[in-house]
């Protein structure tokens, strides 16, 4: 069976990942910084020792990437790259903000910009973190770097990831990437493994 690490996880399970992720081909094994969210190993992402080189066939990371420092992300980056195996990949979504910042812009700044399970999200609470978990004393909550698509897939190729599929959707506010440790045989392989993981619109 394939492995893959649930990295800043919270309370989410391998059922809010992607459908493959889900399916009983992979073991999630729950990363998190937070005890709160029972996580099987407890730490942070920016320190991975606990974990042996190439020992994962797959990183997930939803709505985590933003939560450190931008100067602190190239060192995620490379503890990702350390424990994926030669055939490994990464999956990350976060905010996109030039959607975001476009709100902004109209001076929707604390206004409702989508409903979420936690409540209503506004752009101040993409753009500095959940303000009402804030407020009850979960810090790590905190947003301390953001993204658009163009400086997402720039960092992940400086990391040292060698191939980068890119989504960022009509209407929504995040971005998606998908993120090869080794360089893919051709373009059809990448196509595939976006296609499967990344939530592209499929053609009727």
């Not at 700044?109 to 989508?114: D, G, N, Q, R, S």
């Not at 999200?121 to 658009?148: C, R, V, W």
């Amino acid at each position: 069976m394939k492995k893959f690490l649930h990295a800043g996880c919270g309370p989410s399970r391998k059922e809010n990942t992607t459908a493959p992720f889900a399916s009983s081909n992979w073991e999630e094994v729950r990363f998190d910084i937070d005890e709160a969210a029972e996580p099987d190993i407890l730490g942070s992402v920016l320190d991975l020792g606990m974990i042996e080189s190439e020992s994962f066939d797959a990183i997930f990371s939803s709505h985590n990437i933003e939560h450190i420092f931008a100067y602190q992300v190239p060192k995620m980056l490379r503890e990702f790259l350390r424990i994926l195996n030669k055939n490994g990949f990464f999956v990350v979504t976060c905010p996109n903000l030039i959607p975001v910042a476009r709100l902004i812009v109209e001076d929707k700044l604390t206004e409702p910009a989508y409903v979420s399970p936690i409540g209503p999200i506004t752009p101040q609470d993409i753009l500095y973190g959940h303000s009402a978990s804030l407020e009850q004393g979960n810090e790590y909550m905190a947003h301390k770097t953001g993204f658009t698509p163009k400086s997402l897939q720039a960092i992940l190729l400086e990391a040292g990831f060698q191939d980068v599929a890119m989504l960022s959707r009509e209407g929504q506010l995040d971005i998606w990437a998908l993120a090869t440790k080794s360089k893919v045989s051709n373009k059809g392989e990448l196509k595939s493994l976006a296609e499967q993981h990344l939530p592209i619109k499929k053609s009727p």
